[in-house]
């Protein structure tokens, strides 16, 4: 079970990552061509000071024109290490512990859910630089070594110059100090550190988001549900009527439809009601007040349940960060709390309280093993949706880039995560530099003669229909069929001059293509 639910997150983070620019990512790479080393790496951005991150990427843009492999392959590579530390951490000398821990990490950490972040480079980057500095730094205060409480705070420090929620690791530390009633003069190294990120983080942080004036109720009703979001993705299908008329077979669709559309009669839309998201988000919470109370009162020194609620107690503060960071945004957009941006964050949570499960006093590892591989099927159908979607939102990134890249994108198309404002900005810079889809070889032949080598390829259904372009200048989109082809192929016009793209859109045979001008009453296709 857990060699499959990694090696399925491992893949998947390497074949559906996209290999252009995505989301933030545009605005990412306007901001590193605008603005001058090293401003570009140190600079904030919407309340982020990922100084490693931004490295990573402008040394890939300058050097891979930034062509995402490097943050991919470095996310596959920390990943890899996230994991080993928690199995290092973690293992039980029992076998049944052992394959329990294996399960729980597997699923944890690359369940597909969590594909928003991990099978999309920019993201993976900070999301597994925090998550090893958080699981070296917990694992130094749960040893011996005499300078440990600098060691970890400085890797805090780390934490919280990859991504904001690299500050929820002090949480963490402080509680595993106070658990294991270590001196105060660690708290004081520990904060020290602290202290000086937070210090550093807010220097002229211009994107942070405050909600210091709304309501207690509305802070705590949208932590219990972005902590339990998880659970809405796993259960979407009894929760979604939409979802539910998409299953596959007649016997599920008829067994999950009726109780979809009680539960949206109910409780509202899937994507904004708060149940059950809150209710699994107040059942964790409540789990792991108690396994805390527990260890404390109890003067628990097994080290591995302390990292394991280091770990939970992380997920719980990066929750309280979020939200207190976003709460007005979520008041206006209430489906963004389970957005699948944030699921790898809560689900450390539920992560760390699984291992302390796991590693409870008790003499019966196979009832313990047999619990973990429940939850591990439990989370399994919903590998099939959260993957397609990160396929789905791979095609359109690639879509949307390649558009971009032609200049022609309609108005009305749906980039998912990419603002059209931030294409628009990025494009000529881009463009000019030569970098991520305007160093391709196809696109450095648009608006020139048809190369005299290029063959003709047979189309089928050859559509053309004029567009309200997103960008200057009048295109059209242009679909058609075709029984070959790999990669792009050039749409010419009656001139001979490539004026066009076109690339296989997500149904067999099928190609999707975009082309400058508006009045082509034929196109050849060829290819480069």
């Known amino acids: 079970m857990a060699l499959v639910n990694a090696g399925i997150g491992l893949v998947m983070m390497l074949i559906a990552s996209p290999k252009v620019p995505y989301a933030d990512?545009?605005?990412f790479l306007t901001a590193f061509l605008e603005t001058p080393f090293p401003d570009n790496v140190l600079g904030a951005d919407n309340g982020h000071?990922?100084?490693l991150?931004?490295?990573?990427?402008?040394a890939e843009l300058h050097w891979l024109d930034?062509?995402?492999?490097?943050?991919?392959?470095l996310g596959i590579y920390?990943?890899?290490l996230a994991c080993a530390g928690i199995w290092r951490a973690s293992k039980g000398t029992d076998k049944n512990l052992q394959a329990a821990t294996a399960a729980t990490i597997a699923v944890g950490i690359f369940w597909l859910g969590n594909s928003r972040k991990t099978a999309h480079g920019s993201e993976s980057i900070h999301l597994f630089l925090v998550m090893l500095c958080l699981i070296h730094g917990v694992r130094l205060l749960l040893s011996d070594h005499v300078r440990r409480g600098w060691y970890a705070g400085g890797l805090g420090l780390v934490a919280s110059l990859s991504f904001g929620s690299g500050a929820a690791s002090f949480a963490a530390f402080l509680v595993v100090l106070w658990l294991r009633r270590e001196p105060l003069l660690r708290y004081a190294q520990v904060m020290s550190m602290a202290a000086v990120g937070a210090?550093?983080?807010?220097?002229?942080?211009?994107?942070a988001i405050g909600s210091k004036n709304l309501e207690l109720v509305a802070h705590i009703d949208q932590v219990m549900r972005w902590l339990g979001a998880p659970f809405a993705w796993v259960l979407s299908p009894a929760l979604d009527p939409a979802h539910a008329e998409r299953l596959p077979l007649a016997p599920l669709r008829a067994v999950f439809e009726p109780i979809a559309t009680f539960a949206q009669d109910t409780f509202g839309p899937a994507r904004m009601n708060r149940w059950p998201g809150a209710l699994f988000g107040a059942a964790g919470t409540i789990w792991l007040a108690l396994a805390t109370y527990r260890a404390r009162s109890n003067g628990d020194t097994n080290r591995i349940r302390l990292f394991a609620l280091g770990l939970a107690w992380f997920g719980f503060a990066v929750g309280l960060l979020v939200v207190l960071a976003r709460c007005g945004f979520f008041l206006r957009k209430p489906d963004q709390i389970i957005a699948q941006r944030y699921l790898p964050w809560s689900m450390l949570m539920w992560t760390g309280l699984l291992l302390t499960f796991v590693h409870a006093d008790s003499s019966n590892t196979k009832r313990k093993l047999l619990a973990v591989l429940f939850a591990a099927l439990a989370f399994a159908p919903s590998q099939i949706w959260t993957g397609r979607y990160a396929f789905r939102r791979q095609a359109v990134a690639e879509q949307t880039a390649v558009a971009t890249a032609v200049g022609v994108l309609n108005v009305d198309y749906w980039t998912v995560e990419s603002v059209p404002e931030q294409l628009l900005r990025a494009a000529p810079l881009l463009r000019d530099a030569k970098k991520t889809v305007?160093?391709?070889?196809?696109?450095q032949l648009l608006g020139q003669p048809a190369p005299t080598t290029a063959k003709d390829v047979a189309v089928t259904d050859l559509t053309i229909t004029p567009i309200k372009n997103l960008y200057p200048g009048e295109g059209c989109d242009v679909t058609f069929t075709c029984q070959q082809g790999n990669g792009l192929l050039l749409l010419v016009d009656t001139n001979g001059i490539v004026q066009g793209l076109a690339m296989r859109n997500t149904q067999p045979k099928q190609w999707l293509g975009w082309v400058r001008g508006r009045n082509h009453t034929h196109l050849r296709v060829i290819t480069p």
Do not use: K, Y
Not at 199 to 207: A, I, T, Y
């Open 199 to 207: 210090l550093f983080v807010m220097l002229g942080n211009d994107g």
């Open 53 to 58: 991150p931004n490295a990573i990427r402008v």
């Open 438 to 443: 305007w160093s391709w070889p196809e696109v």
């Open 66 to 73: 930034a062509n995402q492999w490097l943050q991919v392959l």
């Open 78 to 80: 920390m990943a890899v």
């Open 49 to 51: 000071r990922e100084v």
């Open 25 to 27: 990512t545009w605005r």
